[in-house]
């Protein structure tokens, strides 16, 4: 790693590292938004923003990649955690509230894997990406949902298991 790569607040960080990760990362921010690149794209944006100045602060306890990762998953769930509260207050005040929500973008390829997947539990769903989709490790997607990594194999095998099940009645296997 470069002296001129390194990022001035966070010295175990290198912007050719951010770089060679970015697709993957910004992966897991679509799949944090529901697949809206726009709400993606800000997540990135807040992502970056708080590595570069120094507020996430890597510190080698995990890969690059598992740690950008929790930092995404954390910042989505503080942003949604805003909206929900602000949504309650709204409907508290007796406001009409019409809810969009944006659809997830189906893959062409294996759409009944990708259904039988979307039946699954959160963080059955998210285990499985983090494994499949980000080609992580069960201990580093469990470090990303923020959960043990016992806790992260029981919901890879359940996961599994399900998936298994739902295949097999549609008959997909």
């Known amino acids: 790693m470069r002296d001129s790569d390194v990022l001035d607040k966070n010295p175990h960080i290198s912007r050719s590292a951010l770089e060679a990760i970015h697709g993957q990362v910004f992966g897991w921010a679509l799949s944090r938004c529901d697949y809206d690149q726009a709400a993606a794209e800000d997540l990135m944006q807040?992502?970056?923003?708080?590595?570069?100045?120094g507020k996430a602060r890597f510190e080698?306890?995990?890969?690059?990649k598992t740690f950008v990762f929790a930092v995404i998953q954390n910042l989505a769930r503080s942003r949604y955690r805003r909206i929900a509260s602000r949504l309650r207050l709204v409907q508290a005040a007796g406001a009409e509230i019409a809810e969009e929500s944006a659809q997830p973008v189906e893959p062409e390829e294996n759409a009944g894997l990708?259904?039988?997947v979307q039946t699954l539990p959160q963080r059955q769903r998210d285990?499985?990406?983090?494994?499949?989709?980000?080609d992580m490790t069960i201990e580093a997607a469990s470090n990303v949902m923020g959960v043990t990594t016992g806790t992260g194999r029981v919901h890879y095998e359940r996961a599994k298991k399900a998936l298994r099940n739902k295949l097999s009645e549609w008959g997909t296997t």
């Open 46 to 53: 807040q992502a970056y923003i708080e590595l570069l100045t």
């Open 60 to 64: 080698k306890r995990s890969s690059l």
């Open 114 to 116: 990708w259904e039988a």
């Open 127 to 134: 285990i499985i990406e983090l494994v499949f989709c980000r």
